[in-house]
């Protein structure tokens, strides 16, 4: 097993002295320097303190100032620790720091550098069979750094052969979390939790379309799997464009994006996972092509507040942009250890890297003013807010290393619960990564322990706005916080907020794929976050415009013409007011002054021949049946309920049926009082004595068993099956309230039995009437009692196939006319023509003019069955004797 990890581990490092040579080969480095101090215990550190600035290649020149104030920071760490007797007594920490220029295979070779010189069996030559490596040959413990993701993964797999814990104060792959880097750990927070603050940002300021661009690493493509799985667990934000930029030759690729993005003009949010050279030249080229009007939301890579971005030609790009860094927190006792070293123009210090700092004309200038001042907290270069994590870093180191010399056994966290032997230096390296594992302090950052995987427990992040301040580059005012322990996360102060819009809007902008529906339009979804607006189907609405979905009326209901909201279905019965049901009630009002007209000149000359001969008693029993066809009209127009159902089926067939039957008594009297007795007519005296048998003893009783028989029927109706209102509901359109007359089949036999009693009266009566239709004209009823009874037939007709058949309006309306009409032709033909000879031709309503026709009547009437029995009586013959 020891052999084959060692094998493994030899052809790991044959590669990394080969990449260590392409490395030398291609990148012009700075002659190698390094901070150098001995100790007890060795600790490593890797700091990229050099890059170009503005120009992406493999050379390495520039000094990155904030850097070295983080390099500084671990040595104030370490000469405290040294200067504290309580603190590790007897016991020194040293340190050799370092810079591989923010270049991976430079970080790798450094890293090799430092794993050799804890063991010599590793020391191998370089391309050019030279020593690689000068100096110390002292095992290094533990290291800090490196300060990058892309970096940190590549040392990190050296370093885990090696069984060398690192710690990194501003590496934050996720990446680095897997269990592949049990030995790296870092103090700060990994971009997991970054994720989940941009998402929160972008929920709380309700931007669901953002674009998001990295670099081509670890840092980058972890960076935005973070906020893509952010996004797809939350439904309400998505990514409108995911770029990365290649490491190398990026330009082509930097004109692609902005382009890209420039085009993009509903994105107006941007997440930031470029640093260094690569986000200054991105930015160039955004201004380049004219950019604006786009948040920015930048990561610890790249702070705004940098000089290269102090320019005016980056305030209309950058102003209003955030950035979210890892919670700031300040050492004063750094810096007036930076202002003692400074006193002293940097004599105490082990590298020369201070003096390359004070070398560029631009630091010279600064030292006019006073040392504290510039050394500041407003100072970002060298005082930086982020070397409290580096200095967390080195104290972690110390208070594991604290813990295993005050082991006492058996509480050692080795097993059986021993502790390491101090007296091995080896052993240290192997043992350290247990207790860094276990250490729990209060360091600057917040309490510093580590989780099963190296990340710190506690993450917290500052938000910055950044403005334009013309003149004086870019200013960030701190807006908020969030913390991953804190009940409400996020906090943000939206009055300092200054925002990147164009036109002159001053609000928060909107960056979404979609505008919101109007109401009344539903969301056919593309993707969580674009939709198209469609309007809403037939029968549905949408009130606010937001669903996927339009909720659907109820059966009685129906969308108004926006379909925003649902309104009760018409109904649609006839009204009061409608124009319709006025005209009937008019002329039913009309039909009952004239009845009552009837009525008092039937009473007026009740004692006339006319009246007397026209059977006044049925007469007035059928102005009466008149009066209630007239109000059955206007129950036509009222809208059914159960109880006027039961009345209306009830009237209506009784009223008939009074009406039939009275027609059909007054009709046969009128018959059998003319109608010749005997073949031969009889002496006039004779004929005289049947006309004084003509009288009315029977009707009422005839009347009353004829009506009894309906009344009998409708009962029975009632009882059984009675009529009911039925709504009929006509979805979309309208509601209609009808009677019901049966529901079931004995109600619809007790139905056609009704309708069929009253239809044999009806042919009854009529057969009646075509036998009296010569009978003299004042006595002549017979005639008009036909007129009338076709008229009611053809209303019938007209009439129950409407009302069985049809829904609508016109139901009441024909209901009610044809009720009238029947009406109208009562009163027309039964009492029209005696109104008019009482009235106009008073000398017909006299006994003498009444006899003198009936007179006439009966001689012609004798004179016809004369003949008749003349034409069929046998002739005798002449030889009838024989």
Known sequence: MIMAVSSSFLKFIS??????????????????????????????????????????????????????????????????????????????????????????????????????????????????SENAFSGHFKEISGVIGPMDSASAIMVSSLFEIAHIPSISSLATSVELSSTLYKHFYRTVSPDSWRASLLADIAQFFNWTYVAAIALDDSFGRYGIWGIEKEANSRDNLCIALKKFVPRVDPYDKFKEIVLELKKMENVKVVFFWLYGQFAQSFMEEAVRQGVRGKTWIFTDGTAPTDPFFGHDRFAGLLNGSFGVFHRASRCKEYQKYLVNLAKRNFSGSTHLWWQEYWHNPKNKNTLSGSLEEYFSNENPFISNPYVSYTIDGVYAFAHALHNMYNCKEPHGLLEGGKCPRLQDLKVIGDCLDLYLRNVSFQGLTGTVQFDERGDPLEASYDIVNFKSQFGKGLEGVHIGWWARRSISKLHLNLPMITWNNQDGFDGIPSSICSKDCKPGERKVTRSSCCWECVDCPIGTISSDGISSNCSQCSEREKPNNERTQCMDLPLNNLKWRDISALIVTCTAALGLCLTILCFAIFIKYRNTPIVKASNKELSFILLFVVVLFFVFALLNLLTPTDILCRVVCIWRDTVYTLCVSILLLKSRKIVKAFRPQGKLPDSLASRTNRRKNFCFKGQRLHLFLLSSIQIILNLIWILVDPPSKETIVRPLQYIFVVCKPFKSVSGHVLLIISVTFLMILSLACIYYAFKGRKIPENFNEARYIGFAMYIVLLCSAAYYPVVFGLEGWYVGVIGGVTTLVSSFALLGCMFGPKVYVIIFSPEQNTREAISTEITKYSLSSVAAIGGAAARVAPVPSSHSSL
């Open 15 to 128: 590669l990394t002295v080969v990449l260590s040579c392409t490395v030398k080969a291609e990148v012009k480095m700075f002659p190698r320097r390094t901070a150098y101090e001995d100790g007890t215990i060795m600790l490593g550190g890797l700091f990229d303190l050099h890059h170009t600035e503005g120009v992406i290649n493999n050379s390495c020149s520039n000094l990155l100032a904030s850097n070295l104030g983080s390099l500084q920071a671990m040595i104030f760490a370490i000469e405290k620790i040294n200067d504290n007797r309580t603190f590790l007594p007897n016991v020194t920490l040293g340190y050799e720091l370092l810079d591989y220029c923010l270049q991976p295979a430079i970080a790798v070779e450094a890293s090799y550098e430092l794993v050799v010189k804890s063991d010599h069996r590793f020391s191998l030559q370089n391309c050019t």
